[in-house]
T-cell receptor, first 117, second 114 residues
Framework: GENVEQHPSTLSVQEGDSAVIKCTYSDSASNYFPWYKQELGKRPQLIID?????GEKKDQRIAVTLNKTAKHFSLHITETQPEDSAVYFCAAEGLNAGGTSYGKLTFGQGTILTVHP | DAGVIQSPRHEVTEMGQEVTLRCKPISGHDYLFWYRQTMMRGLELLIYFNNNVPIDDSGMPEDRFSAKMPNASFSTLKIQPSEPRDSAVYFC????????????FGQGTRLTVV
C-alpha cells in the first residue's frame, strides 16, 4: 500500500520567513496530493491540493510543487505569520487495498510549524 | 450545510465497555471515511465507504472494531470491548465522488478508555 513520509516533524521560523515542508510517497498510481492544516484541538482543513497533471499550484502565500518522477511534493509558505502556526499534513490519494478504487487518502506524520512574532 | 457532524465530542469509558461513535456526513456526499489520530501514529485511515458500501477496511486494527453505514446520512464506528490503547481522537470525513476531491472532516470524538 501507499506510504507517505513527511519532513521535518517540527519547524520553527521567524515571522516573515518562508517555510518548506516536504513529502515523499511510494505508490506511483497516486494522483492527488492535498495538504491539510490542523490547529490545536480542531479538525484538519484543506489548504491547497495538486493533481498529478500539474507541476505547481499557488494560492496567495502558499504554493505546492509536485515531482511525479521523483515521487515527492512540497508545501511552501511565504511571509509566514503567527496564525500560520499549526500542524500541517500532506496526503496522497491512491488505490484501495483491492486495487479497484481510488479515494484512499494516506497521510504523512505531520509537521508542527511554529511562527515566532 | 452544517458540515460533517460527529457525536459525542468526548467519551470516557472503562476498559471492556462497548463504545459507539456516530457520524452524519455532508448531504450529497457519497464517500465516508473514518480516521484515528494519535501522537504516535498520526492520522490513520480505518475504513471508508462509497455509497454506503465498505470499500477498504484494511486499516481496521482488529476484530474489536466494526463500522456500519446503514444509509447515506449515518455511520457508526463501534469498539467492543474497548481497551486503553484505543484512546485517540476519531475523525469522520466525507467527500463527493471520492477521487481527487476534498475530504471534509468532522470535529472529531476524543475517546478516553480508562
Amino acid at each position: 500500500g501507499e506510504n507517505v513520509e513527511q519532513h521535518p516533524s517540527t519547524l520553527s521560523v521567524q515571522e516573515g520567513d518562508s517555510a518548506v515542508i516536504k513529502c515523499t510517497y511510494s505508490d506511483s498510481a497516486s494522483n492527488y496530493f492535498p495538504w491539510y492544516k490542523q490547529e490545536l484541538g480542531k479538525r484538519p482543513q484543506l489548504i491547497i491540493d495538486i493533481r498529478s497533471n500539474v507541476g505547481e499550484k499557488k494560492d496567495q502565500r502558499i504554493a505546492v510543487t509536485l515531482n511525479k518522477t521523483a515521487k515527492h511534493f512540497s508545501l511552501h509558505i511565504t511571509e509566514t505569520q503567527p496564525e500560520d502556526s499549526a500542524v500541517y499534513f500532506c496526503a496522497a490519494e491512491g488505490l484501495n487495498a483491492g486495487g479497484t478504487s481510488y479515494g484512499k487518502l494516506t497521510f504523512g506524520q505531520g509537521t508542527i510549524l511554529t511562527v515566532h512574532p | 450545510d452544517a458540515g460533517v457532524i460527529q457525536s459525542p465530542r468526548h467519551e470516557v469509558t472503562e476498559m471492556g465497555q462497548e463504545v459507539t461513535l456516530r457520524c452524519k456526513p455532508i448531504s450529497g456526499h457519497d464517500y465516508l471515511f473514518w480516521y484515528r489520530q494519535t501522537m504516535m501514529r498520526g492520522l490513520e485511515l480505518l475504513i471508508y465507504f462509497n455509497n454506503n458500501v465498505p470499500i477498504d477496511d484494511s486499516g481496521m486494527p482488529e476484530d474489536r472494531f466494526s463500522a456500519k453505514m446503514p444509509n447515506a446520512s449515518f455511520s457508526t464506528l463501534k469498539i467492543q470491548p474497548s481497551e486503553p490503547r484505543d484512546s485517540a481522537v476519531y475523525f469522520c470525513a466525507s467527500s463527493y465522488s471520492g477521487q481527487n476531491t476534498e475530504a471534509f472532516f468532522g470535529q472529531g470524538t476524543r475517546l478516553t478508555v480508562v
